[in-house]
């Protein structure tokens, strides 16, 4: 087994293992901070996929700024006081039922299925295919993505700010 | 399973989709839902770009993981704020507990 091959293992076992933690934590706290792994572990594998400008923005978006939102809102909303059993799970058993026999649908079928491989694998680097991408073929997707932008924005100020009552 | 393979990043993507679901499915706290929703999108993700590396070779199915993720930011943002909404009507973000219409 060369190194490779032991680093993908490592990273493999990183991600599953942190997001079984923000499936399985009693604590919130805990929860919110394994997530860094899964997201990390994630953007790894984008590496080893021969895309560094995904795995750049998932770094950049994920880590740097929706896990520090996710955290904002838990430190918002609980007293750290009491964080012992703060993430409540219920309907354990049949959940579990239902998402065993899903998995093995999806692992059997990923490891059955005869899947076309491209005759040889490219690894360069794909900033500048992107942003050519971005600005010819999916131009008007690019634009839009603005726009949501702007509406998710106007949208959260409006939500979370406090009500004034006279 | 090896880096190689399709199939290994198949596999890491459906468990890490199936542990999403189950946390979306289990959970109480309103906050978890949201970490589970943002598992279930890294997976759909990792698919897309392994299906971009293997398959055609071209970055289309990098384009759609970065929409993807532009979009995950947008809904945490939103989702986020809606739970600190809940928050300040109902005191707890249990989400048994706000299950009414009107204030």
Same mark, same amino acid.
């Given at each position: 087994m060369d190194v490779s091959t032991a680093v993908f293992? +490592?990273?493999? &076992?990183? %991600?599953?293992g942190s997001a079984a933690m923000v499936a399985? #934590?009693?604590n919130? =706290?805990? #929860?919110?901070? #394994? +997530? +860094?792994?899964t997201f990390m572990g994630v953007a790894g594998i984008y590496i080893f996929l021969g895309a560094d400008f995904v795995a750049a923005v998932q770094v950049l978006i994920y880590v740097g700024g929706i896990l520090v939102l996710i955290l904002f809102a838990v430190m918002l909303t609980h007293r750290i006081t009491d964080v012992q059993v703060t993430n409540r799970s219920?309907? %354990? =058993?049949?959940? &579990? =039922?239902?998402? #065993?026999? &899903?998995?093995? &649908? +999806? =692992?059997?079928s990923a490891l059955e299925t005869p899947w076309v491989k491209a005759k040889q694998l490219v690894y360069e680097a794909t900033a500048a295919k992107i942003g050519d991408l971005f600005l010819y073929t999916y131009l008007l997707p690019f634009e839009l993505a603005s726009l949501v932008l702007l509406a998710a924005m106007i949208g959260a100020v409006v939500l979370s700010r406090k009500e004034i009552k006279e | 399973?090896?880096? *190689?393979?399709l199939s290994s990043y198949l596999i890491i993507g459906a468990i890490l989709f199936v542990l999403g679901l189950f946390t979306v499915l289990t959970r109480r706290n309103a906050i978890s839902v949201l970490m589970g929703v943002e598992? !279930?999108?890294?997976?759909?993700? !990792? *698919?897309?770009?392994?299906?971009?590396?293997?398959?055609?070779? *071209?970055?289309?199915?990098?384009?759609?993981?970065?929409?993807? !993720?532009?979009?995950?930011?947008?809904?945490?943002?939103?989702?986020l704020a809606i739970v600190l909404a809940i928050f300040q009507l109902f005191h707890t973000i249990d989400v048994e507990a706000a299950e009414t219409l009107r204030e």
């Open positions: 293992y +490592l990273i493999a &076992l990183i %991600t599953v399985f #934590s009693r919130i =706290i805990y #929860s919110a901070f #394994s +997530l +860094l792994g219920a309907g %354990t =058993i049949p959940a &579990l =039922i239902v998402v #065993s026999v &899903l998995a093995y &649908l +999806l =692992i059997d | 399973m090896s880096p *190689n393979d598992l !279930i999108l890294n997976s759909a993700n !990792i *698919n897309y770009v392994a299906f971009s590396h293997f398959g055609s070779g *071209n970055a289309d199915g990098q384009i759609y993981a970065i929409f993807v !993720i532009m979009l995950a930011a947008a809904e945490a943002a939103v989702g």
